[in-house]
Protein backbone atom coordinates (compact mmCIF):
# COMPACT_ATOMS: atom_id res chain seq x y z
CA UNK A 1 0.00 0.00 0.00
CA UNK A 2 1.20 3.50 -1.15
CA UNK A 3 1.76 5.98 1.57
CA UNK A 4 2.13 10.18 1.55
CA UNK A 5 5.27 11.33 1.15
CA UNK A 6 5.18 13.18 4.38
CA UNK A 7 4.68 9.98 6.32
CA UNK A 8 7.30 7.92 5.05
CA UNK A 9 9.63 10.59 6.08
CA UNK A 10 8.37 10.81 9.55
CA UNK A 11 8.31 6.70 9.43
CA UNK A 12 12.28 6.72 8.32
CA UNK A 13 12.61 9.21 11.10
CA UNK A 14 11.10 7.02 13.45
CA UNK A 15 12.27 3.19 12.81
CA UNK A 16 15.21 3.95 10.78
CA UNK A 17 17.06 6.13 12.41
CA UNK A 18 18.05 7.07 16.26
CA UNK A 19 15.12 7.84 17.88
CA UNK A 20 15.22 11.36 19.12
CA UNK A 21 12.40 11.66 21.52
CA UNK A 22 9.96 9.30 23.27
CA UNK A 23 6.86 9.55 25.51
CA UNK A 24 7.21 7.12 28.38
CA UNK A 25 4.91 5.80 30.76
CA UNK A 26 6.74 4.21 33.91
CA UNK A 27 5.56 3.86 37.84
CA UNK A 28 7.16 2.97 40.95
CA UNK A 29 7.55 -0.91 41.64
CA UNK A 30 5.93 -1.67 44.67
CA UNK A 31 8.32 -2.44 47.79
CA UNK A 32 11.57 -1.13 45.83
CA UNK A 33 11.97 2.00 47.47
CA UNK A 34 12.45 2.16 51.50
CA UNK A 35 11.54 5.13 53.92
CA UNK A 36 15.29 4.95 54.94
CA UNK A 37 16.99 5.79 51.59
CA UNK A 38 17.30 9.88 50.47
CA UNK A 39 17.32 9.05 47.01
CA UNK A 40 15.39 7.08 44.89
CA UNK A 41 16.81 3.97 43.63
CA UNK A 42 17.34 3.24 39.87
CA UNK A 43 15.29 -0.22 39.95
CA UNK A 44 12.35 1.63 41.80
CA UNK A 45 11.04 2.55 38.31
CA UNK A 46 9.21 0.23 35.39
CA UNK A 47 9.08 1.03 32.19
CA UNK A 48 5.96 0.38 30.80
CA UNK A 49 5.58 1.52 27.56
CA UNK A 50 7.19 3.34 25.02
CA UNK A 51 5.78 5.84 21.71
CA UNK A 52 8.33 7.41 19.82
CA UNK A 53 7.85 10.68 18.76
CA UNK A 54 8.71 12.51 15.83
CA UNK A 55 8.78 15.89 17.55
CA UNK A 56 9.49 16.86 21.44
CA UNK A 57 6.65 17.77 23.71
CA UNK A 58 8.06 21.14 23.50
CA UNK A 59 8.18 22.69 20.29
CA UNK A 60 9.17 26.09 19.18
CA UNK A 61 12.26 28.75 19.68
CA UNK A 62 13.89 29.77 23.22
CA UNK A 63 11.16 32.55 25.12
CA UNK A 64 8.76 31.16 22.28
CA UNK A 65 8.51 27.99 23.25
CA UNK A 66 4.77 25.82 23.79
CA UNK A 67 3.18 25.81 27.26
CA UNK A 68 4.58 22.89 29.68
CA UNK A 69 1.71 22.01 31.30
CA UNK A 70 -0.46 21.71 28.13
CA UNK A 71 2.56 19.34 26.53
CA UNK A 72 2.64 17.19 29.32
CA UNK A 73 -1.14 16.23 29.22
CA UNK A 74 -1.03 16.03 25.51
CA UNK A 75 1.84 13.81 26.19
CA UNK A 76 -0.16 11.87 28.69
CA UNK A 77 -3.27 11.12 26.92
CA UNK A 78 -1.85 8.96 24.86
CA UNK A 79 -1.50 6.35 27.57
CA UNK A 80 -4.95 7.22 29.14
CA UNK A 81 -7.19 4.22 29.68
CA UNK A 82 -10.82 4.29 30.40
CA UNK A 83 -13.65 7.06 29.38
CA UNK A 84 -13.02 9.26 32.04
CA UNK A 85 -9.78 11.69 33.19
CA UNK A 86 -8.90 13.53 36.06
CA UNK A 87 -7.04 16.78 35.97
CA UNK A 88 -4.80 16.57 39.21
CA UNK A 89 -2.07 18.92 40.15
CA UNK A 90 1.24 18.15 41.86
CA UNK A 91 -0.36 20.19 45.17
CA UNK A 92 -3.31 17.69 45.03
CA UNK A 93 -4.40 14.66 47.26
CA UNK A 94 -7.40 12.89 48.27
CA UNK A 95 -8.53 10.90 51.08
CA UNK A 96 -9.45 7.07 50.58
CA UNK A 97 -13.09 7.61 51.49
CA UNK A 98 -13.55 10.16 48.91
CA UNK A 99 -11.89 8.07 46.22
CA UNK A 100 -14.96 6.10 47.38
CA UNK A 101 -17.75 8.47 45.94
CA UNK A 102 -15.85 9.11 42.54
CA UNK A 103 -17.79 6.10 40.72
CA UNK A 104 -21.25 7.56 41.41
CA UNK A 105 -20.01 11.15 40.15
CA UNK A 106 -18.77 9.45 37.18
CA UNK A 107 -22.20 8.21 36.54
CA UNK A 108 -23.31 11.85 36.38
CA UNK A 109 -21.73 12.23 32.47
CA UNK A 110 -24.52 9.97 31.57
CA UNK A 111 -27.25 9.49 34.15
CA UNK A 112 -28.66 6.44 34.76
CA UNK A 113 -32.18 8.34 34.96
CA UNK A 114 -32.01 9.76 31.90
CA UNK A 115 -31.62 8.62 28.29
CA UNK A 116 -27.73 7.10 28.78
CA UNK A 117 -27.40 8.01 24.96
CA UNK A 118 -27.12 11.22 25.54
CA UNK A 119 -23.80 12.33 27.50
CA UNK A 120 -25.03 15.24 29.72
CA UNK A 121 -21.44 16.95 30.46
CA UNK A 122 -18.01 16.98 28.94
CA UNK A 123 -16.31 18.58 32.46
CA UNK A 124 -17.62 17.59 36.36
CA UNK A 125 -15.84 19.58 38.55
CA UNK A 126 -15.93 19.43 43.10
CA UNK A 127 -15.36 20.97 45.83
CA UNK A 128 -11.76 21.28 47.20
CA UNK A 129 -10.18 21.00 50.77
CA UNK A 130 -7.46 23.48 50.76
CA UNK A 131 -4.72 21.70 53.57
CA UNK A 132 -2.26 24.76 53.52
CA UNK A 133 -5.09 27.24 55.73
CA UNK A 134 -3.18 26.48 59.14
CA UNK A 135 0.62 27.13 57.23
CA UNK A 136 0.29 30.56 58.77
CA UNK A 137 -1.35 34.14 57.91
CA UNK A 138 -0.65 34.16 53.98
CA UNK A 139 -1.56 30.03 53.69
CA UNK A 140 -5.16 31.04 55.72
CA UNK A 141 -5.72 33.87 53.38
CA UNK A 142 -5.24 31.97 50.39
CA UNK A 143 -7.27 28.85 51.56
CA UNK A 144 -10.01 31.65 51.90
CA UNK A 145 -9.46 32.88 48.59
CA UNK A 146 -9.07 29.38 47.11
CA UNK A 147 -11.76 28.14 48.67
CA UNK A 148 -14.47 30.72 47.56
CA UNK A 149 -13.40 30.62 44.23
CA UNK A 150 -13.14 27.07 43.76
CA UNK A 151 -16.17 25.78 45.45
CA UNK A 152 -18.93 28.64 46.07
CA UNK A 153 -18.02 30.90 42.66
CA UNK A 154 -17.68 27.10 40.83
CA UNK A 155 -21.21 26.07 42.28
CA UNK A 156 -22.85 29.33 41.44
CA UNK A 157 -21.12 29.66 38.11
CA UNK A 158 -21.89 26.23 37.04
CA UNK A 159 -25.66 27.30 37.63
CA UNK A 160 -25.34 29.83 35.34
CA UNK A 161 -24.13 27.82 32.59
CA UNK A 162 -20.88 29.77 32.70
CA UNK A 163 -18.41 27.29 34.30
CA UNK A 164 -15.30 27.04 32.57
CA UNK A 165 -12.05 24.57 33.42
CA UNK A 166 -9.30 26.56 35.75
CA UNK A 167 -7.15 23.64 36.88
CA UNK A 168 -9.09 22.06 39.32
CA UNK A 169 -9.45 18.76 40.00
CA UNK A 170 -12.36 18.48 37.30
CA UNK A 171 -13.06 14.80 35.88
CA UNK A 172 -13.32 15.14 31.99
CA UNK A 173 -14.40 12.55 28.98
CA UNK A 174 -11.54 11.20 27.72
CA UNK A 175 -12.55 10.11 24.89
CA UNK A 176 -14.22 13.41 23.46
CA UNK A 177 -11.19 15.58 24.34
CA UNK A 178 -8.82 12.81 22.53
CA UNK A 179 -10.87 13.30 19.64
CA UNK A 180 -10.77 17.35 19.91
CA UNK A 181 -7.04 18.57 20.31
CA UNK A 182 -6.23 17.04 24.01
CA UNK A 183 -7.46 18.82 26.86
CA UNK A 184 -6.20 22.35 26.23
CA UNK A 185 -4.26 24.57 23.93
CA UNK A 186 -0.52 24.91 23.96
CA UNK A 187 0.21 28.25 22.27
CA UNK A 188 3.22 29.96 23.19
CA UNK A 189 1.89 33.94 24.84
CA UNK A 190 -2.11 33.39 23.93
CA UNK A 191 -2.56 30.08 25.75
CA UNK A 192 -0.64 31.00 29.32
CA UNK A 193 -3.25 30.62 31.05
CA UNK A 194 -3.87 26.85 29.30
CA UNK A 195 -6.54 25.50 31.33
CA UNK A 196 -9.75 27.92 30.75
CA UNK A 197 -8.90 26.82 27.33
CA UNK A 198 -10.23 23.32 27.93
CA UNK A 199 -13.54 25.03 29.43
CA UNK A 200 -13.53 27.28 26.24
CA UNK A 201 -13.60 24.28 24.08
CA UNK A 202 -16.71 22.55 25.81
CA UNK A 203 -18.44 25.73 25.68
CA UNK A 204 -17.98 26.73 21.65
CA UNK A 205 -18.78 23.01 21.07
CA UNK A 206 -22.24 23.38 22.88
CA UNK A 207 -21.48 21.06 25.88
CA UNK A 208 -21.79 21.52 29.89
CA UNK A 209 -19.73 22.01 32.42
CA UNK A 210 -20.75 21.06 35.73
CA UNK A 211 -20.19 21.26 39.67
CA UNK A 212 -20.97 18.73 42.41
CA UNK A 213 -20.77 19.30 46.20
CA UNK A 214 -20.64 15.77 46.82
CA UNK A 215 -17.01 15.39 46.43
CA UNK A 216 -13.71 17.48 48.09
CA UNK A 217 -10.34 16.62 47.00
CA UNK A 218 -7.48 18.53 48.50
CA UNK A 219 -5.38 21.27 47.28
CA UNK A 220 -2.68 22.69 48.27
CA UNK A 221 -1.46 26.61 47.53
CA UNK A 222 0.89 29.36 48.14
CA UNK A 223 1.73 30.02 51.39
CA UNK A 224 4.51 32.94 51.70
CA UNK A 225 3.57 36.24 50.52
CA UNK A 226 6.25 37.15 47.58
CA UNK A 227 4.93 33.77 45.97
CA UNK A 228 1.47 34.35 46.39
CA UNK A 229 1.45 37.71 44.62
CA UNK A 230 3.56 36.31 41.81
CA UNK A 231 1.03 34.12 41.08
CA UNK A 232 -1.71 36.27 40.78
CA UNK A 233 0.75 38.07 38.44
CA UNK A 234 1.05 35.25 36.69
CA UNK A 235 -2.41 34.29 36.26
CA UNK A 236 -3.31 37.92 35.47
CA UNK A 237 -0.58 37.97 32.72
CA UNK A 238 -2.15 34.87 31.37
CA UNK A 239 -6.04 36.29 31.57
CA UNK A 240 -4.49 39.33 28.97
CA UNK A 241 -3.77 35.92 26.60
CA UNK A 242 -7.16 34.74 26.95
CA UNK A 243 -8.54 37.89 26.08
CA UNK A 244 -6.65 38.37 22.86
CA UNK A 245 -7.59 34.68 21.73
CA UNK A 246 -9.99 33.65 19.00
CA UNK A 247 -11.66 31.39 21.66
CA UNK A 248 -13.04 34.64 23.19
CA UNK A 249 -14.01 36.16 20.06
CA UNK A 250 -16.36 33.24 18.89
CA UNK A 251 -18.11 32.52 22.25
CA UNK A 252 -18.76 36.35 23.00
CA UNK A 253 -20.30 36.28 19.16
CA UNK A 254 -22.82 33.48 19.70
CA UNK A 255 -23.93 34.09 23.29
CA UNK A 256 -26.67 36.59 24.33
CA UNK A 257 -26.57 39.45 26.68
CA UNK A 258 -27.75 37.69 29.98
CA UNK A 259 -25.05 34.98 28.97
CA UNK A 260 -22.94 37.20 27.62
CA UNK A 261 -22.78 38.82 31.47
CA UNK A 262 -22.18 35.40 33.19
CA UNK A 263 -19.33 34.60 30.61
CA UNK A 264 -17.93 37.59 31.66
CA UNK A 265 -17.28 36.91 35.14
CA UNK A 266 -16.35 33.24 34.16
CA UNK A 267 -13.62 34.46 31.88
CA UNK A 268 -11.83 37.93 31.94
CA UNK A 269 -14.24 39.98 34.44
CA UNK A 270 -12.45 40.13 37.46
CA UNK A 271 -8.61 41.03 35.86
CA UNK A 272 -10.38 43.70 34.19
CA UNK A 273 -11.87 45.21 37.17
CA UNK A 274 -8.94 45.40 38.99
CA UNK A 275 -7.51 47.31 35.95
CA UNK A 276 -10.30 49.87 36.06
CA UNK A 277 -10.44 50.35 39.49
CA UNK A 278 -6.56 50.65 39.68
CA UNK A 279 -6.74 52.87 37.09
CA UNK A 280 -9.98 54.99 38.34
CA UNK A 281 -7.42 55.57 41.70
CA UNK A 282 -4.95 57.93 39.77
CA UNK A 283 -7.62 58.86 38.47
CA UNK A 284 -9.45 59.95 41.38
CA UNK A 285 -6.43 62.51 42.59
CA UNK A 286 -5.46 63.73 39.29
CA UNK A 287 -8.98 64.96 39.28
CA UNK A 288 -8.97 67.14 42.49
CA UNK A 289 -5.68 68.18 41.37
CA UNK A 290 -7.29 69.80 37.98
CA UNK A 291 -10.41 70.79 40.57
CA UNK A 292 -8.18 72.87 42.63
CA UNK A 293 -6.03 74.37 39.74
CA UNK A 294 -9.34 75.61 38.16
CA UNK A 295 -10.25 77.31 41.80
CA UNK A 296 -12.94 74.99 42.34
CA UNK A 297 -13.46 74.23 46.40
CA UNK A 298 -15.37 70.87 47.70
CA UNK A 299 -18.41 73.27 48.67
CA UNK A 300 -18.49 74.31 44.51
CA UNK A 301 -18.33 70.59 44.01
CA UNK A 302 -21.20 69.83 46.66
CA UNK A 303 -23.47 72.21 45.21
CA UNK A 304 -23.73 70.31 42.42
CA UNK A 305 -25.42 67.57 43.97
CA UNK A 306 -22.16 65.82 43.46
CA UNK A 307 -20.42 62.35 45.33
CA UNK A 308 -17.09 63.59 44.42
CA UNK A 309 -17.47 66.04 47.67
CA UNK A 310 -18.02 63.35 50.13
CA UNK A 311 -15.37 61.22 51.53
CA UNK A 312 -15.74 57.53 50.64
CA UNK A 313 -15.00 55.22 53.98
CA UNK A 314 -16.49 52.34 52.67
CA UNK A 315 -15.02 50.24 49.63
CA UNK A 316 -17.33 47.92 47.73
CA UNK A 317 -14.97 45.56 47.45
CA UNK A 318 -16.26 44.14 51.24
CA UNK A 319 -19.50 43.13 49.70
CA UNK A 320 -17.63 40.50 48.09
CA UNK A 321 -16.98 39.18 51.66
CA UNK A 322 -20.77 38.11 52.04
CA UNK A 323 -20.87 34.99 49.95
CA UNK A 324 -17.50 33.13 51.66
CA UNK A 325 -19.53 34.11 55.52
CA UNK A 326 -22.97 32.95 54.07
CA UNK A 327 -21.14 29.64 53.25
CA UNK A 328 -19.66 29.10 56.25
CA UNK A 329 -22.83 29.85 58.22
CA UNK A 330 -24.80 26.85 56.11
CA UNK A 331 -21.85 24.90 56.67
CA UNK A 332 -20.51 25.28 59.96
CA UNK A 333 -23.84 27.09 61.53
CA UNK A 334 -24.12 30.92 62.73
CA UNK A 335 -21.73 31.03 65.65
CA UNK A 336 -18.78 29.08 64.25
CA UNK A 337 -19.41 30.69 60.92
CA UNK A 338 -18.52 34.23 62.98
CA UNK A 339 -15.98 32.55 64.99
CA UNK A 340 -14.16 31.44 61.28
CA UNK A 341 -14.80 34.90 59.29
CA UNK A 342 -14.70 37.80 61.60
CA UNK A 343 -10.56 37.12 62.45
CA UNK A 344 -9.90 36.81 58.98
CA UNK A 345 -11.15 40.17 57.75
CA UNK A 346 -7.82 41.97 58.76
CA UNK A 347 -5.78 39.79 57.41
CA UNK A 348 -7.78 39.13 54.44
CA UNK A 349 -8.15 43.02 53.20
CA UNK A 350 -4.56 43.86 54.19
CA UNK A 351 -3.03 41.29 51.35
CA UNK A 352 -5.87 41.53 48.91
CA UNK A 353 -5.51 45.08 48.60
CA UNK A 354 -1.64 44.36 48.02
CA UNK A 355 -2.62 41.18 45.46
CA UNK A 356 -5.45 42.95 43.59
CA UNK A 357 -2.61 46.07 42.78
CA UNK A 358 -0.52 42.87 41.26
CA UNK A 359 -3.10 41.92 39.01
CA UNK A 360 -3.79 44.61 38.12
CA UNK A 361 -0.08 46.11 37.42
CA UNK A 362 -0.09 42.55 35.77
CA UNK A 363 -2.66 42.68 32.95
CA UNK A 364 -1.37 46.92 32.39
CA UNK A 365 2.15 45.06 32.19
CA UNK A 366 1.11 42.78 29.24
CA UNK A 367 -1.28 44.97 27.80
CA UNK A 368 1.31 47.05 26.83
CA UNK A 369 4.23 45.20 26.31
CA UNK A 370 2.34 41.80 24.56
CA UNK A 371 4.66 39.43 26.22
CA UNK A 372 4.09 37.25 29.12
CA UNK A 373 5.79 34.10 30.45
CA UNK A 374 5.23 31.60 33.26
CA UNK A 375 6.70 32.36 36.04
CA UNK A 376 7.89 29.73 38.77
CA UNK A 377 6.56 30.72 42.47
CA UNK A 378 8.47 27.64 44.06
CA UNK A 379 5.70 28.23 46.33
CA UNK A 380 8.23 28.17 49.65
CA UNK A 381 7.38 27.00 53.14
CA UNK A 382 5.39 29.63 55.09
CA UNK A 383 8.29 29.96 57.74
CA UNK A 384 10.85 31.02 54.85
CA UNK A 385 11.98 34.34 55.90
CA UNK A 386 12.64 36.90 52.67
CA UNK A 387 14.66 39.94 52.65
CA UNK A 388 13.34 43.65 52.40
CA UNK A 389 15.89 43.75 49.49
CA UNK A 390 13.68 41.10 47.49
CA UNK A 391 10.64 42.77 48.11
CA UNK A 392 12.34 45.77 46.63
CA UNK A 393 13.27 43.39 43.42
CA UNK A 394 9.82 41.97 42.55
CA UNK A 395 7.52 44.92 43.84
CA UNK A 396 8.90 47.84 42.78
CA UNK A 397 7.70 48.58 39.77
CA UNK A 398 3.65 47.34 40.35
CA UNK A 399 3.88 48.61 43.87
CA UNK A 400 6.33 50.77 45.20
CA UNK A 401 6.46 53.29 42.34
CA UNK A 402 2.56 53.80 41.89
CA UNK A 403 1.76 54.11 46.20
CA UNK A 404 4.31 56.89 45.86
CA UNK A 405 2.67 58.37 42.70
CA UNK A 406 -0.15 58.19 44.78
CA UNK A 407 1.20 60.17 47.32
CA UNK A 408 2.97 62.64 45.42
CA UNK A 409 0.24 63.41 43.73
CA UNK A 410 -2.00 63.90 47.08
CA UNK A 411 0.74 66.29 48.07
CA UNK A 412 0.67 68.33 44.80
CA UNK A 413 -3.18 68.37 45.67
CA UNK A 414 -3.01 69.76 48.86
CA UNK A 415 -0.59 72.22 48.56
CA UNK A 416 -2.76 73.66 45.78
CA UNK A 417 -5.63 73.40 47.97
CA UNK A 418 -3.68 75.08 50.70
CA UNK A 419 -2.42 78.01 48.64
CA UNK A 420 -5.64 78.59 47.72
CA UNK A 421 -7.66 78.59 51.24
CA UNK A 422 -9.19 75.32 50.29
CA UNK A 423 -10.53 72.72 52.62
CA UNK A 424 -9.01 68.88 50.85
CA UNK A 425 -10.65 65.59 50.88
CA UNK A 426 -8.86 62.93 53.28
CA UNK A 427 -8.76 60.17 50.97
CA UNK A 428 -8.18 58.01 53.86
CA UNK A 429 -9.13 54.79 51.80
CA UNK A 430 -6.59 55.41 48.64
CA UNK A 431 -4.30 56.61 51.16
CA UNK A 432 -4.63 53.11 53.05
CA UNK A 433 -4.38 51.35 49.90
CA UNK A 434 -1.20 53.07 49.23
CA UNK A 435 0.48 52.12 52.58
CA UNK A 436 -0.77 48.61 52.35
CA UNK A 437 1.14 48.69 48.83
CA UNK A 438 4.24 49.72 51.00
CA UNK A 439 4.14 47.84 53.93
CA UNK A 440 2.30 44.47 53.34
CA UNK A 441 5.14 42.28 52.06
CA UNK A 442 6.88 43.33 55.63
CA UNK A 443 3.70 42.99 57.81
CA UNK A 444 3.87 39.22 56.38
CA UNK A 445 7.26 38.07 56.46
CA UNK A 446 7.94 34.90 58.45
CA UNK A 447 10.40 35.04 61.46
CA UNK A 448 10.07 38.57 62.45
CA UNK A 449 13.33 38.43 65.44
CA UNK A 450 14.61 41.51 66.16
CA UNK A 451 18.06 39.78 65.05
CA UNK A 452 16.34 39.04 61.56
CA UNK A 453 14.33 43.01 61.31
CA UNK A 454 18.24 44.75 61.91
CA UNK A 455 19.64 42.51 59.51
CA UNK A 456 17.41 43.34 56.66
CA UNK A 457 17.18 46.82 57.65
CA UNK A 458 20.49 46.99 57.65
CA UNK A 459 21.17 45.51 53.85
CA UNK A 460 18.47 47.24 52.58
CA UNK A 461 19.77 50.63 53.76
CA UNK A 462 22.88 49.59 52.51
CA UNK A 463 21.41 48.90 49.26
CA UNK A 464 19.38 52.16 49.13
CA UNK A 465 22.18 54.65 50.64
CA UNK A 466 25.38 53.48 49.62
CA UNK A 467 27.24 54.52 46.20
CA UNK A 468 30.58 52.55 45.80
CA UNK A 469 33.32 53.48 43.19
CA UNK A 470 32.95 50.00 41.71
CA UNK A 471 29.90 47.79 40.64
CA UNK A 472 28.69 44.61 40.74
CA UNK A 473 27.60 44.22 37.15
CA UNK A 474 31.27 44.83 35.70
CA UNK A 475 33.26 42.56 37.91
CA UNK A 476 34.87 40.58 34.95
CA UNK A 477 35.66 37.97 36.70
CA UNK A 478 32.10 37.38 38.43
CA UNK A 479 30.17 38.07 35.15
CA UNK A 480 32.01 37.63 31.76
CA UNK A 481 29.62 38.15 28.60
CA UNK A 482 26.49 36.58 31.23
CA UNK A 483 23.15 38.32 29.84
CA UNK A 484 20.72 40.52 31.29
CA UNK A 485 19.17 37.83 33.70
CA UNK A 486 22.14 36.73 35.39
CA UNK A 487 22.97 40.15 36.18
CA UNK A 488 19.60 40.24 37.58
CA UNK A 489 20.39 37.37 39.76
CA UNK A 490 24.20 38.54 40.68
CA UNK A 491 22.41 41.84 41.61
CA UNK A 492 19.80 40.96 43.97
CA UNK A 493 22.37 37.63 45.49
CA UNK A 494 25.24 40.23 45.65
CA UNK A 495 25.76 42.63 49.11
CA UNK A 496 27.28 44.65 47.87
CA UNK A 497 24.95 45.63 45.33
CA UNK A 498 22.87 48.85 45.52
CA UNK A 499 19.85 50.85 44.43
CA UNK A 500 22.54 53.25 42.07
CA UNK A 501 23.51 50.50 40.34
CA UNK A 502 19.72 49.08 39.31
CA UNK A 503 18.80 52.72 38.29
CA UNK A 504 22.04 53.70 35.76
CA UNK A 505 21.54 50.00 34.28
CA UNK A 506 18.31 50.85 33.15
CA UNK A 507 16.95 48.13 34.86
CA UNK A 508 13.16 47.00 34.07
CA UNK A 509 12.37 45.79 37.63
CA UNK A 510 9.47 43.36 35.62
CA UNK A 511 12.11 41.65 34.23
CA UNK A 512 12.90 39.88 37.54
CA UNK A 513 9.63 37.82 37.70
CA UNK A 514 10.65 35.99 34.85
CA UNK A 515 13.42 34.67 37.15
CA UNK A 516 12.65 31.97 39.26
CA UNK A 517 11.51 34.67 41.52
CA UNK A 518 11.82 32.82 45.07
CA UNK A 519 14.57 30.10 44.61
CA UNK A 520 16.68 32.61 43.15
Known amino acids: METSSSFDRCFQYRFDRPVRHASVLARFRRGAFREDEFEVPERSVEILEVLPRCFPL ?33 NMGAFLGEATKVPFILRRFQPHWTDRTTVRARIIGFREFIFTESHGAVGSVMASAEWSFGTICQRFLAGLGARMHYGHPDFLDGFWASNRGSLSKASPAINLSEDIFAGFNVRMRGEASKHVDALAWEKGRESSFNAAALFYTKVS ?108 IPGCMTMFTFINKSIASGVQETMVTGEASYIATGRPNANTHY ?63 LASLGHDLSEFWQFTIAAPDWSVRTLSRQLGSKDTEEHLRTGLRDPRSTLYEQLDDGWDPSAIQKLDAIGI
Open 237 to 344: KGNVGVMRSRDLKVITQNLNIVDNFSFYFASVGFYLNNLLIDTSASVYVLLFILLALSSKSLVDVASLDSMLATEWTLSMGTIAMFPRFMELTLEYGPLEGILRFVPS
Open 387 to 449: SWKECYFIHCSSHYYPALRIFMSYTIYTLVSQAQGFSTLPMMVLLASAVMWLIAPILFCPQPT
Open 58 to 90: LVGTPGFMTQGKAGNQLGALRFSRGHFLQMMDA
